[in-house]
């Protein structure tokens, strides 16, 4: 009998990623998607066309059209599935646009993680719980780490985080946007979950999670809204620090496997950092002569000098603490993988 994955927001990025993921290796998959993205970005963050992808597998995939924030609907759906695991990837996922929507952000990614929490605990407080957390919950602490400026990047001039940053670090006093705040509150509320009631979790605080199949936007999804930006020919704005803010870059594929690790050998109120590492760091200036050397077109683009709330100067995941606990595991997509992907989706697309 197929062991059962449960996956929130399964259209998503990460969610669609992650079904496939495991469906191929012959688990049932329940998707959990109601297409907010379209709501909080319109129709340029519509994901429906992923529902298409995973349809392939036929019944192996059910699809469930429930928000996470009705409460009484999440406490029915866990307990009729009875998952064998569970991946949280459902989220409003914008700093940016939750100051504009503070309810709807706050509901989704604090109370939403709630409901799930406190429905599979009712259920089994034995089944994985994974949650995609995300670096923003250190908020804008980063940047008061000394810092070196180089010809196009910035980079850390302290030796303490020559491997980047790792899950020690303060999420205390520091200025995290309302997305960031609402993201700790789940964050935490899964620790707290694992720790108070022994259960498995993990909180995966993801740097910046990309692929193929990732629908960017201006607000929310950097790399692939840029790569678009560039093959589209459209003017890309680069919001303060002289665009030498630099960013890790993880393949989605990647984070797939890290999660499959995970729920074959789970711990108890785990918290990840998960990105590209050092190696698949890339400042938006670096960025933009990597597409343009790939595509042969010339990156437009205009300076803003106020930057983003929020926002880092510089990032980069410490690893060693994943490899650490799971050796079987590490980045197998290189940054030029990273890109090559993106590119080849969305010609792929165009020609059709």
């Not at 009998?1 to 990460?14: A, N, Q, R």
């Not at 469930?64 to 406490?75: F, G, M, N, P, Y």
């Not at 400042?283 to 926002?311: Q, V």
């Amino acid at each position: 009998m197929s062991k059962k994955l449960m996956v929130t927001g399964s259209l998503g990025l990460i969610g669609s990623e992650v079904s496939e993921f495991f469906l191929e290796k012959g688990w049932e998959v329940h998707g959990i998607d109601n297409n907010q993205r379209a709501v909080f970005f319109g129709s340029q963050g519509d994901n429906s066309t992923n529902q298409d992808r995973l349809a392939k597998f036929g019944e192996s995939y059910q699809h469930h059209t429930i928000d996470i924030r009705d409460r009484q609907a999440v406490l029915n759906l866990i307990p009729s599935i009875g998952p064998d695991a569970i991946v949280h990837t459902a989220a409003q996922p914008s700093h940016d646009r939750a100051a504009s929507i503070p309810f709807e952000d706050f509901d989704t990614n604090a109370v939403g993680t709630f409901n799930l929490l406190e429905s599979l605990r009712r259920f089994s407080t034995a089944v994985p719980f994974v949650h995609l957390s995300t670096n923003k919950v250190y908020g804008d602490a980063p940047n008061f780490i000394k810092m070196k400026e180089l010809e196009t990047r910035y980079d850390y001039d302290d030796t303490t985080y020559e491997h980047g940053i790792a899950e020690n670090f303060s999420i205390d006093q520091s200025k995290h946007s309302l997305f960031g705040a609402s993201k700790v509150s789940a964050d935490i509320s899964v620790q707290e979950y694992g720790r108070y009631f022994n259960m498995p979790t993990a909180c995966l605080r993801g740097g910046c999670l990309t692929g193929p199949n990732h629908a960017g936007v201006e607000l929310h999804g950097f790399l692939s809204y840029l790569i678009k930006c560039n093959l589209e020919q459209k003017e890309y704005t680069v919001f303060g620090y002289k665009g030498k803010q630099v960013r890790d870059n993880i393949h989605s594929y990647d984070v797939a496997r890290f999660i499959e690790e995970f729920i074959k050998a789970p711990r108890v109120a785990e918290v990840y950092n998960i990105g590209g590492g050092k190696a698949n760091s890339v400042s938006i200036l670096e960025a933009f002569d990597l597409i343009s050397k790939i595509s042969g077109i010339p990156m437009k683009y205009k300076y803003d000098e106020t930057n983003r709330i929020g926002d880092h100067i510089c990032y980069y995941s410490d690893l060693r603490k994943m490899k650490s606990h799971y050796p079987n595991w590490d980045i197998t997509k290189s940054l030029e993988d990273v890109f090559q992907d993106i590119y080849h989706r969305y010609m792929e697309a165009k020609a059709k």
